[in-house]
């Protein structure tokens, strides 16, 4: 499975599980785990949670490009370094998947 198609899946399950919790949360449905009740404010925690975990899923498969000249730089978009002090500057950064 490739690293998008596992990105996707991750978001999409964490997304359906914020959703799940905002509208528990919206609703004040009541949910109980072994017999004891969860508070409301659990379910908006979980929902902000599942939110940054979908967006950070969503996020890595951004492709970044970085020096490799010791400058550390980096960028979203394809080009050159431009650091006075590297090593490397003006040579094509390299591509990565973040």
């Known amino acids: 499975m490739s690293k998008k198609t596992l990105g996707n899946i991750t978001g999409g399950i964490f997304i359906l599980l914020g959703i799940l919790n905002l509208v528990r949360f919206a609703f004040r449905w009541e949910a109980s785990l072994a017999g004891r009740e969860i508070p409301l404010w659990v379910s908006l925690v979980i929902a902000l949670l599942a939110g940054y ?46």
């Open 53 to 98: 975990i979908a967006y950070e899923s969503f996020r890595s498969r951004t492709t970044w490009f970085v020096c490799t000249g010791g400058c550390k730089g980096s960028s979203s978009t394809p080009g050159t370094c431009q650091a006075e002090d590297c090593a490397k500057k003006g040579h094509p950064l390299e591509a990565i998947s973040a």
